[in-house]
């Protein structure tokens, strides 16, 4: 399989500053950009591979997914990145030509922390995220005062707060938010002491912790079991639209066929979803949302964000 790695430590997201060091560093590891001697090649053609980035290259559908493609007659190069901050600025810089590996919330905060205008092509799926343990069997036997932890990246960040809001573990100013922090957190209300650290590091944490909010992309790696989850957040439910995870691009190649095809066989092809449900631990829900729908949920998020 043609995979590429590129990886360093992890960055805060939503933070300027690691924007702009993600992107120098990823251009550095990435290597020759997408367009980069390619001249006028056919995007997808053998002297101008399309260049996909993703975080967790190494599940099987990946590999799946690529002989799908290939077999259409376009050729895919595969980059893998192991830190979110990576690949949205690599795409902007035309190292890579398309990524999928976030959902629309995250998309939007990027775009307006870094003023870019990436955006989404097509929808892949919804993954709930998810509260985990390694103490206790039920959100309800975690001890007042306990610690539990949350990713420190802005979106996924908000998420896990109204995870725990729901499992009745804090209290979240103003009821909480797609945009709330561990600042938002009502002390006086609350059971728990929550920190925010990073994604990368909130499995191998688990040890030391009465319970984390832990992304689908660690679960695997870790052996954790995504049944296992005490909490969940509930992706049927309209309002996780903003969740939906999926396919971007730079906005001048948004309509591109290639690009769009490459979407349209990651949700039609039964092999590619299969792998992918079984890497979700069966908790994905997949979803084929128009393009301008999805564009138009993105839109929406930024113009919150932006008066915020």
Avoid at 244 to 255: L, P
Avoid at 260 to 289: D, W
């Amino acid at each position: 399989m043609s995979i590429r790695t590129a990886s360093r430590s992890a960055r805060p997201a939503g933070r300027p500053l690691a924007i702009a060091g993600a992107l120098g560093m990823a251009v550095a590891l990435v290597g020759c950009s997408a367009a980069a001697g390619a001249g006028d090649e056919e995007l997808g053609s053998a002297e101008n591979p399309v260049q996909l980035g993703v975080v967790g290259a190494a599940e099987p559908y990946w590999a799946t997914y690529e002989e799908a493609v290939e077999a259409e007659g376009i050729q895919l190069e595969i980059v893998d990145f192991t830190d979110y901050n990576q690949p949205n600025p690599a795409t902007s810089e035309g190292e890579l030509d398309i990524t999928q590996f976030q959902h629309i919330i995250y998309l939007a905060n990027y775009n307006v922390q870094a003023g870019d205008d990436l955006q989404p092509i097509g929808s892949t799926a919804t993954y709930p995220i998810g509260l985990y343990s390694q103490q206790y069997g039920s959100a309800e036997e975690i001890p007042d005062g306990a610690e539990v932890i949350v990713p420190n990246d802005d979106t996924n960040q908000a998420r896990g707060l109204l995870v725990l809001q729901s499992a009745g573990l804090i209290a979240l100013e103003g009821g909480g938010s797609p945009y709330s922090t561990v600042d938002d957190v009502i002390e006086g209300e609350s059971r728990v002491a929550v920190s925010a650290v990073d994604a990368a590091i909130t499995a191998t944490s688990l040890p030391d912790v009465a319970a984390a909010i832990i992304n689908n992309d660690f679960l695997n790696d870790a052996g954790i079991d995504p049944a296992s989850a005490i909490a969940t957040d509930d992706p049927s439910d309209p309002a996780a639209q903003p969740y939906i995870n999926i396919f971007a691009t730079t906005a001048e190649n948004a309509d591109d066929e290639v690009l769009n095809r490459l979407v349209e066989i990651f949700q039609t092809n039964e092999e590619v979803q299969a792998g992918a449900l079984e890497s979700s631990g069966g908790t994905g829900v997949f979803v084929q949302t128009p393009k301008d729908e999805l564009q138009a949920s993105l839109a929406t998020v930024q113009e919150a964000l932006q008066a915020q």
